[in-house]
């Protein structure tokens, strides 16, 4: 067994000496190839396809691999979701039950060896999930997960992997790994109506301390710990849904793969955590080797552990962490792998087939460059299409007078998915795939009664992604650039403002910061004024309504389900029966006049090449930042 605290000095105490490295896959999101469904371009700079090569060139290195999936490989492009069904327009799960399905049957070609459960995997049920995972010739674990009844398991909790390693001389000994595989408790919020009643879930960190110690008693040589989950607090928290911090100082852990927020390390943004010992250098945090691999397929995580033999047992010398991109800068971007792409060949010309068909059109473009500012006309086609289907739900009902609001936000506002991570969609013909780029979520719908007040508390939770703004300020800054873009609801059916002078009311986490303020003014329904307890009817979807990020979560005793559909295929059914679409223009919210004041904010390039509405037409554009985004400088 190693003993991850000894350090040999002197090679004379060496028997013999091995490389053994891990490589890991996290937050893929289904993009087999380098293709963009949703934009239909080819050769995009990321996709599994790529870190195909760079595993297979690493394989050809030294034979001492294990090749792991961090989570959230099964969900994210029309390729996967297409898989759940034959067809966009068909009932949930009416796939046939030996339809292989395409990105397990990438993973089986590349030869992973065990693979992780990530939030995302449970957006489609768990038969589902079941169905697709016992494709897989390798193992998936989740440590952290248990099910209601102990016959409906269909993961390991903990994993012992047995590989022979080559050493230096030739000589092979036998190792043994312990893997370990972590999901955020919060999937029993984003999929409640899924897995309420089937599946609890503990804490990281309290599995992490008592799984260790027994993988090390059962015989484990290394233990790596699969972790789906980024950088957040340094204390661990209970039920903390970012925890790779205190997980990085559990005793014990020779490696950890994180992923979840999307990010790099080592390479990527610097934390800032008072206390962390962080060695980007070697890519370490508090001394344990650790890695995330961006997104997409951007990025292949690699932890190299050097080992050392002596007296019949390992011990280990060092660790390093490195995440190897595909498109590496001031380089040529690494080819797709020839083979899997001759193997996923029939599935994408399937995808293309289904997301190139004609929906309708539109007479004017749909984008999402301005959406954080209030223009946000692609938005309330999808608030529009669930409107309708809520008022289909309850008509004749004892709800059908009650008025029917309905609250969306922008999926694609740049963000860590980069400066070209914006919908853009030209006025003219509509294909499917435009319809699954206004809702590239697997979120079903839900209504609610709501009252007047928490419809305030609502828009205060999406009022966060904006920072304070001092009255006669020059050039502050607008967006508080750790708040995801996809956290700003707007509310269709109301108007209103929002105050920048104020501070935000709500934290990321949803905790009250500035309790007795409100950024929200003149709250309006049909020009009157909305009071605390007047009553509405909203239309949302069930990632919301279940309490995800900063906002409250509505009780599911007031849920009302109208239909198990994806709210994507919703969207598109609704835009076909239009057949001519005119986006809606007027502007459901503005900013609370500041006159004097101006704020820099930063939006895609292609901002440059959509005409501007009216009331942005004294935008004045600036440059690209460092990461490409577009700068440009907004009067208030």
Known sequence: MIAPSETLTTDTEVQDRALFRLMATSDVHANLLPYDYFTDQADQPYGLSRL???????????????????????????????SRSPAPDTAPDTAS???????????????????????????????????????????????????????????????????????????????????????????????????????TCTDMTDIAERLVPALRAEGADLVIVLAHTGFGPEASLPGLENAALPLSRIPGIDGLVTGHIHDVFPGGKALAAPGTEIDESRGRINGTATVMPGFRGSHLGVIEFDLLRREDRWRLRAATARALPVAPHHAETLPPD?????????????????????????????????????????????????????????????????????????FKTGGRGGPEYFTDIPAGPLALRHGADLYA??????????????????????????????????????????????????????????????????SLTGEEIAPGTSRIHALCYQGEPVQEDDRFLLATNHYRAAGSGPFPAISPDRWIMPSRALLRDLVIADLTETGQITPPEDPVWRFRPMPGTTVVCRSGPGLRHVPLPPRFAGIEFLDLDDDGFQKFRLAL
């Open 52 to 82: 195909a090569t760079l595993i297979k060139r690493l394989r050809t290195e030294t034979a001492n691999t294990l090749l792991v999936d961090n989570g959230d490989m099964l969900q994210g492009t029309p390729l996967s979701d297409f």
């Open 97 to 199: 039950e030996d339809t292989l399905n395409p990105i397990i049957d990438a993973m089986n070609a590349l030869g992973y060896d065990a693979a992780g459960l990530g939030n995302h995997e449970f957006n489609f049920g768990l038969a589902w999930l079941q169905r697709a995972t016992g494709q897989a010739r390798f193992p998936y674990v989740a440590s952290n997960l248990t099910p209601a009844r102990e016959e409906d398991r269909f993961w390991a909790s903990q994993l012992l992997l047995h590989r022979d390693v080559t050493c230096a001389s030739g000589a092979t000994y036998p190792l043994t790994i312990g893997l370990l595989s972590l999901v955020p408790p919060q999937i029993l919020t984003w999929d409640r109506h899924h897995l309420d009643g089937h599946i």
């Open 338 to 410: 020839p083979a899997l792409d001759a193997r996923l060949a029939p599935a994408h010309h399937a995808t293309l087939a289904q997301t190139r068909r004609s929906i309708g059109t539109t007479s004017a473009p749909l984008h999402s460059y301005l959406s954080l500012l209030g223009h946000n006309p692609a938005e309330r086609l999808v608030a529009g299409a669930q409107r309708r289907a809520l008022a289909r739900a309850v008509e004749g009902g004892p709800l059908a007078d009650l008025p029917i609001l309905s609250s969306v936000a922008p």
């Open 441 to 506: 979520f697997p979120n079903t719908l839900i209504g609610a009664v709501v009252t007047g007040r928490e419809l305030r508390h609502w828009l205060d939770c999406a009022a966060l992604v904006y920072l304070q703004v001092a009255p006669g300020a020059r050039d502050a800054k607008l967006c508080n650039l750790e708040a995801p873009g996809h956290i700003f609801e707007v509310i269709d059916g109301l108007t209103y403002e929002i105050d920048l002078a104020q501070p935000p009311r709500f």
